[in-house]
C-alpha cells in the first residue's frame, strides 16, 4: 500500500504506531490498510478499531478528512463505527485470493473519480470475511443515497451471484458513509497498479484521488 | 555444585528400563549416556538426552549419507548445519530458505500442526535476519477414497493459509498430491524464503564468556512435550490414543517475533540467535553454547510460563511455539528489552555462557541437569543401518501396452485426475499476492516474486515424483531435483540452489533404508551436474502405520534468479498463430507414467531415466530463448507428458492448439503421454521459429514443431479434437467437487 | 472470581457458518438438526475483586467495548463464583 | 427441541484469541481481568423427536464429528427444551 501511494502520488505516505494518539500534521488522507490485525482475532478488525490511534482517525473523518479502509482496513472501519455494516465469513467459509471483477457505481466521488460510471475493473481480493452484511433499513439506505461504490459483477458487469465470491449482499464491495469521505472495500487495487504484477485497473482510484488533492490545493 | 552419583530430585522417579523405552532410546543408547556421565541421569537429563539423540534432532540414521551432497559453490554463504541456507545474489542481497516437514502433527490435527509447520520454518528464515518474502508447500494426501483424507486436505491447507496468511507472507507454489500409501501418513513440507544483507546475517553460535542468555517471544506451557520423540516413531493402532498435547500456532504473536528480532538485529543488539524449534529449550541451548564451544547455564525459574507448578522435565521439552534464544551484547540488553517490551513479547534472561562446556540446568534451588556440552549432540549415535538396494523394475515398451480408450477420452480423463487436476481449490485459500511483488502467481512452472523494487526476482519451486523414487530410488532422486531445475529454467530462472525435505518409512528396515540412500545419491548427482547445490534440508523417517511405509518423498525446494523479473516467462499460451515447438527428445517412456496408472490401471516399470547432462543443456538453452525473447511462453514436461503440458498451456490462456500428428516412430500415446524427461514446450512468433529451430540445431539440441496456437479446443491431426471448456471442466472440477464430497 | 459472556447472533443476522453446519451435519447423518447458530463464549477470571456487582459492571464493559459487536450481536453475563 | 452445545479449549493448550483479546481489554481500562479462553456455543433446534435421550445422543454425534476437535477441545451439551 504505501509503495502504490508513492508511486501513484510522488508523495512518501508517513507511518503512524497503533499506539498513538495523534496523526501527523497535515495530514489530507488516511489510508488503514490490510494486514490481519491482531491476527484477525475475534472478529476481525475488532481490536485494531479500538487502538488508541483510531480516536483522531474519527475526529479526522468528522471534520470531513478522507479516509480510505482496505480490507482489514474495512473492516476496522465498520468496527469503529466509522461505517455501518459487518464483514461476514465468506459464504463457503474459505479464505480466498483471486482477481474479481467491480463495477463502479458512480464517478462523483474524490474515490472513484478516475473512473467512469459502470466500468468493470479488476482487482484481487484476499480475505476470509469479507461478506458484507448489514440489517435491511441500512442496505436501503446506503443504494438509496448511492453510497455503494463497488460491487463484484461479472468482466461484462453484471451483478450476479456466481461473480460474487463471498456472499455480500446486492454484491457490495465497497462502501461510502454519509458524507462521502470515508470509503471502505474488501478488494485491493493498490495490488493492482503495475502491468509486470498483473494489471493496472487500480491505479484509478489513486490517481483519482491525487488529482483531488492537486484541484484542492 | 555437580548432581553426586546416588541424587534422587525432588518429584523425579527412578530411571527404569521402561521409562528408556517410553523417551525412545534403545538400551545400547541408555548404555552409551551412562557411560559419558558416569552416574544414572536424572529423568530431566534423560529428557534432554532423548530430544537430541532421537532422529529428528541427531539425524543419527541419515547423516553418514548426507555427507554426500554437495553444498558448496561460489554464490553459497551458508550451507546446511544453520536454520536456514544462505546464497548471494549479488547487490549485497542474500536468499534464505528451508523446507521442514510437519507430517505427524499434521495428522493427529491437520489445523494446527500445518499451522505450526508454517510457523517453524519461517521462524527458521527470520532467526537468520531475513525477512520472509514467499512460501511454498509440498502436500501429499492418502487415497481421495480413504475415509480420513477429505478432513485432512481440509485442515492442513487451512492451517497453512490459516498462519501464511496472517502473518503476511504470499504462498506462491507448492505441491499436492494423492497416493493410498500416504492412507495413514500424510505429509506436510512447508518451505519459506527471506531475504537479508548479506552483512548482516546472524547465526546460532555463541560466543565470549559470562553472555546473558535471553528468552524471547511467547510464554513456555506444556505444549507438544515429547513432540520430537514422536516425529521419530513410527505409529501403531493407538496411536489415536496416544495424542500429546497439541501445539497451537499463533501468527500475530510471531509477526510481533518478526518485527522486533529484525529490529534488535538491525541495532546490533545480538551475538548469537537461534529459534525454539523441536525440543525446544533443550536443542537451542544446546546448540548455540556447542557450536560456540561454551558451556550454558539455565536457570529455569527465569523461564516465563503459561502455566502453574511446570517440572524442569515440561520446561526442557516444551514446544510451545514463537519462541527465541539470543546471546546479546551487555551494553544493549536494555536497549533489545525495551524493543521487545514495546511489541509486547516475553524478554528474561534465563541463563549465561560459562567456559566450562558443561550444560546446567537449574530449578528451584536444584541443579536439575549437568551434562557435557559438546557430547550431548558429538556423541550422538550414528548408524550406518545395514540397507538393501531396490531391485530394478523391468523397462515397459511402449509397444507392449495397449490402450483401453482414444487419446481425446484420455487426455480427459488424465486432466482430472487427482494429481494432474488444476489445485486452485488449495492456493486460492493462501494469500499469494500480498506484499504487492508477486510477479507470477501459482499455477505455473514456478512463483515468482520481484525482489524489494526490481530489477531482480527470485524464481522458486517444490517437486518431487514419488512413484519414481518408489520404482527406482536413484533415478526417482535425480528426477526430483531436475524437476526443480526445469520448472526454474521454465519461468527464465538461473536455477541457484536447493532445500531437500526428505520424508521416508523406518530405517531400521533394510529397504526403506535403502530407498533413502538410493534417493540420496540420487539428489547428490543431481545437484553436483547441475550445479545446483544443497543449502539446507530435513530428514523425517519412520513416516509409517501398520507397517507401511509411505512411498520414498524427498520433496526438492529450489530458487532461483531472473536479473530482471520484467523478463519472466509464463506458461501460458499468448497469441494465435505462434508456432508450438518440443525440446528436447521424445521416445515416449510409459513406465511409472500416468499414463499407464490412471489410464491402463498399471503401476508398473522401470521410471524414466533422467540425462543431466540433457537437463543442464536443455535448460541453458531455453533460459536463453527467454532472455533473448525469442519464444512467447514456456512450460516443461512433466507429469502426464507432452499433451497434458499442452493442454494445461491451453487452460492457462484460453487458446487451443491444432498439433501434427506423432512421428510414425514412436506409437502415439507414448509419445503424447510418455514422460520422457529433459523436454519443455515453447511457443515462438511464426516468423521466429525457423530461428530457434536453427539455434538449436547448431547447440546440438533436439527441436521439433509441434503444431500452431489457436482455436477452441486441443486438435491432435487425426484425433478427435477435445474442446477447451471440456478440459477445462475436468481440470478445474474434481477437487472442489472432491472437497464438497461430490467425488 | 470466573465468568462467562456468552455472544450470540441477534435473530435476523444470517450466519454463514450455522448454515454451513447444519448442512455438514446432515451429511454426516446426524438425524434431525432443523438449524445451527453459532456463537462464542468468553472464559474469564477476574482478580482483585471479591464483589459480584463490581466484576458484573466491569463484565458489561468488555462485552460493550470489544467482546461483542451490538450491531450484530446479543451477549449474557453469568459470574459463576 | 432446543439445545446448546458449548465447546471450549482443553486447559494447557495455548489461546492465542483469548491472550490477545486479555491484552485489548486491559488496554482498553477493563480492570481486573486476569485471564480470558474464547470458546463456541452452537444452538441448535432439533426437530422431529421428543425424545431427549434419543436427542442427546444426536447432539453427542454432532459434537464428536463436528462441532468439536476432541483432539484440543472439550464439549457440554445442555437440551434445552
Ligand atoms: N499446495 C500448493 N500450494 C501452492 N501451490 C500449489 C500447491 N499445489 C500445487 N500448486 C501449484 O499448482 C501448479 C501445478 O503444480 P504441479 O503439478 O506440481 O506443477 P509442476 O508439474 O510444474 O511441478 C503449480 O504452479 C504449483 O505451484
Ligand atoms: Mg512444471
Redesign the interface.
Same mark, same amino acid.
Given at each position: 500500500m504505501a509503495r502504490t501511494l508513492k508511486l501513484v502520488s510522488g508523495v512518501e505516505p508517513a507511518m503512524v504506531w497503533h499506539a498513538d494518539t495523534a496523526l501527523p500534521a497535515g495530514t489530507d488522507l488516511v489510508v488503514v490498510p490490510g494486514g490481519f490485525s491482531y491476527g484477525d482475532y475475534l472478529r476481525c478488525g475488532a481490536i485494531a478499531a479500538r487502538a488508541p490511534i483510531m480516536d483522531a482517525v474519527r475526529a479526522f473523518a468528522a471534520k470531513g478528512g478522507l479516509v480510505l479502509g482496505v480490507c482489514n482496513g474495512f473492516q476496522i472501519l465498520c468496527e469503529s463505527g466509522l461505517l455501518p455494516g459487518v464483514l461476514m465469513r465468506n459464504q463457503q467459509l474459505k479464505f480466498i485470493c483471486r482477481d474479481v471483477y467491480l463495477r463502479v457505481e458512480r464517478s462523483d466521488t474524490p474515490f472513484t473519480r478516475g473512473y467512469n460510471a459502470g466500468q468493470v475493473i479488476r482487482v484481487p481480493v484476499a480475505h476470509g470475511e469479507g461478506n458484507y452484511i448489514a440489517d435491511g433499513e441500512t442496505i436501503a439506505r446506503l443504494e438509496g443515497e448511492g453510497r455503494v461504490l463497488f460491487r463484484y459483477s461479472s468482466p461484462d458487469g453484471l451483478v450476479d451471484p456466481d461473480w460474487n465470491h463471498n456472499g455480500a449482499i446486492n454484491a457490495i464491495a465497497g462502501i461510502v458513509n454519509g458524507q462521502g469521505n470515508v470509503l471502505g472495500m474488501m478488494p485491493h487495487p493498490e495490488n493492482h497498479v503495475e502491468a509486470v504484477i498483473g494489471c493496472t485497473d487500480g491505479r484509478g482510484l489513486f490517481a483519482g484521488l491525487s488529482d483531488h488533492f492537486d484541484k484542492a490545493a | 555444585m555437580a548432581i553426586a552419583k546416588d541424587t534422587l530430585l525432588r518429584n523425579e522417579p527412578r530411571i527404569t528400563p521402561e521409562l528408556v523405552a517410553e523417551h525412545g532410546l534403545k538400551p545400547d543408547e541408555y548404555q552409551r549416556i551412562l557411560d559419558l556421565i558416569g552416574r544414572e541421569p536424572t529423568l530431566t537429563e534423560l529428557g534432554i538426552f532423548s530430544a537430541m539423540w532421537n532422529e529428528h534432532c541427531s539425524y543419527k540414521s541419515s547423516k553418514v549419507h548426507l555427507r554426500g551432497l554437495p553444498t558448496e559453490a561460489p554464490w553459497v554463504i551458508q550451507g546446511p548445519g544453520e536454520n536456514a541456507g544462505v546464497i548471494d545474489i549479488g547487490d549485497g542481497l542474500a536468499v534464505v530458505f528451508k523446507m521442514e516437514s510437519h507430517n505427524h502433527p499434521s495428522f493427529i490435527e491437520p489445523y494446527q500442526g500445518a499451522t505450526t509447520g508454517v510457523g517453524g520454518i519461517l521462524r527458521d528464515v527470520f532467526t537468520m535476519g531475513a525477512r520472509p518474502i514467499a512460501c511454498l508447500n509440498a502436500i501429499s494426501f492418502g487415497d481421495p477414497k480413504h475415509p480420513k483424507t477429505r478432513h485432512l486436505v481440509s485442515g492442513v491447507v487451512a492451517g497453512i493459509g490459516g498462519y501464511g496468511n496472517s502473518f503476511g507472507v504470499p504462498t506462491v507454489g507448492g505441491q499436492t498430491r494423492f497416493h493410498t500409501r500416504y492412507d495413514g501418513n500424510n505429509l506436510v513440507n512447508a518451505m519459506a524464503v527471506g531475504l537479508a544483507r548479506t552483512d548482516s546475517i546472524f547465526y546460532a553460535a555463541a560466543s565470549g564468556v559470562g553472555m546473558p542468555i535471553v528468552y524471547l517471544g511467547s510464554k513456555t506451557g506444556r505444549d507438544g512435550i515429547h513432540g520430537a520423540s514422536m516425529a521419530s516413531a513410527e505409529f501403531g493402532e493407538d496411536s489415536e490414543e496416544k495424542r500429546p498435547t497439541v501445539q497451537v500456532g499463533d501468527p500475530f504473536a510471531e509477526k510481533l517475533l518478526l518485527e522486533a528480532c529484525l529490529e534488535i538485529m538491525r541495532k546490533d543488539c545480538v551475538i548469537a540467535i537461534q529459534d525454539m524449534g523441536a525440543a525446544g529449550l533443550t536443542c537451542s541451548a544446546v546448540e548455540m553454547g556447542a557450536k560456540g564451544d561454551l558451556g550454558v547455564t539455565l536457570d529455569l525459574d527465569k523461564v516465563p510460563t503459561r502455566e502453574t507448578g511446570m517440572s524442569a522435565y515440561e520446561m526442557m521439552l516444551s514446544e510451545s511455539q514463537e519462541r527465541m534464544l539470543m546471546v546479546l551484547r551487555p551494553e544493549k540488553e536494555q536497549e533489545a528489552e525495551d524493543i521487545f517490551r514495546k511489541w509486547g513479547l516475553d524478554f528474561a534472561i534465563v541463563g549465561e555462557t560459562t567456559p566450562t562446556k558443561r550444560f546446567i540446568v537449574r530449578h528451584g534451588g536444584d541443579v536439575m541437569a549437568d551434562l557435557p556440552i559438546k557430547e550431548l549432540g558429538d556423541e550422538a549415535p550414528v548408524y550406518n543401518r545395514p540397507f538393501v538396494e531396490s531391485p530394478k523394475l523391468p523397462v515397459i515398451h511402449a509397444g507392449d501396452v495397449t490402450h483401453p480408450m482414444s487419446m481425446a477420452d484420455a487426455l480427459e480423463r488424465l486432466i482430472g485426475s487427482p494429481d494432474l487436476c488444476s489445485k486452485r481449490w488449495v492456493w486460492e485459500q493462501y494469500d499469494h499476492i500480498i506484499g504487492g511483488n508477486t510477479v507470477q502467481r501459482p499455477g505455473g512452472d514456478a512463483g515468482v516474486v520481484r525482489i524489494e523494487d526490481g530489477p531482480k526476482g527470485l524464481a522458486m519451486t517444490a517437486d518431487v515424483t514419488p512413484r519414481y523414487c518408489e520404482a527406482d530410488p536413484f533415478e526417482g532422486g535425480k528426477q526430483a531435483v531436475a524437476e526443480a531445475y526445469r520448472n526454474l529454467c521454465a519461468v527464465g530462472a538461473l536455477p541457484l540452489a536447493i532445500t531437500d525435505n526428505l520424508n521416508f518409512g523406518n530405517p531400521e528396515k533394510p529397504e526403506i533404508m535403502g530407498q533413502f540412500v538410493g534417493c540420496v545419491r540420487g539428489i547428490a548427482a543431481a545437484c553436483k551436474a547441475l550445479d545446483f547445490p544443497v543449502v539446507s534440508g530435513n530428514v523425517s523417517l519412520y513416516n509409517e502405520t501398520n507397517g507401511r511405509a509411505i512411498l520414498p518423498t524427498p520433496t526438492i525446494g529450489g530458487v532461483g534468479l531472473l536479473n530482471d523479473f520484467m523478463k519472466s516467462m509464463s506458461s501460458g499460451f499468448k497469441d494465435s498463430g505462434d508456432t508450438i515447438l518440443l525440446i528436447g527428445e521424445n521416445p515416449g517412456w510409459l513406465g511409472q507414467s500416468l499414463y499407464l496408472r490412471e489410464i491402463c490401471g498399471r503401476e508398473e516399470g522401470a521410471p524414466p531415466p533422467v540425462d543431466l547432462e540433457h537437463e543442464k543443456r536443455h535448460g541453458a538453452f531455453v533460459r536463453r530463448l527467454i532472455l533473448d525473447s525469442q519464444v512467447t511462453a514456456v512450460h516443461d514436461i512433466s507429469d502426464g507428458g507432452l499433451l497434458v503440458a499442452l493442454a494445461e498451456m491451453a487452460l492457462a490462456s484460453g487458446l487451443g492448439a491444432t498439433l501434427d500428428a506423432a512421428p510414425a516412430a514412436v506409437p502415439a500415446q507414448a509419445f503424447w503421454f510418455g514422460e520422457d524427461q529433459a523436454r519443455y514446450v515453447v511457443t515462438a512468433k511464426a516468423a521466429d521459429a525457423e530461428k530457434v529451430l536453427a539455434k538449436a540445431t547448431a547447440a546440438g539440441i533436439p527441436a521439433r514443431t509441434l503444431g500452431t496456437v489457436g482455436g477452441k479446443a486441443i486438435a491432435v491431426k487425426g484425433e478427435k479434437a477435445v474442446p477447451l471448456a471440456t478440459l477445462n471442466a475436468a481440470f478445474e472440477g474434481w477437487l472442489p467437487a472432491y472437497m464438497a464430497g461430490k467425488a | 472470581m470466573k465468568a462467562r459472556v @456468552?455472544v @450470540?447472533l441477534k435473530s435476523? /443476522? !444470517?450466519d454463514?457458518?450455522?448454515k #454451513?453446519?447444519e448442512g #455438514? !451435519?446432515r451429511? !454426516?447423518g446426524?438425524?434431525?438438526?432443523?438449524?445451527?447458530?453459532?456463537?462464542?463464549?468468553?472464559?474469564?477470571?477476574?482478580?482483585? @475483586?471479591t464483589d459480584r456487582a463490581k466484576?458484573e459492571a %466491569?463484565l458489561k %464493559? #468488555?462485552a460493550d467495548? !470489544?467482546?461483542a459487536?451490538t450491531? /450484530?450481536e446479543n451477549y449474557r453475563i453469568e459470574v459463576v463464583g
Open positions: - | - | @456468552t @450470540t435476523g /443476522i !444470517l454463514p457458518q450455522g #454451513a453446519i #455438514a !451435519l451429511s !454426516l446426524v438425524e434431525g438438526v432443523a438449524s445451527v447458530r453459532q456463537g462464542k463464549v468468553f472464559d474469564i477470571e477476574l482478580e482483585g @475483586t466484576a %466491569a %464493559a #468488555a467495548k !470489544l467482546l459487536n450491531v /450484530i
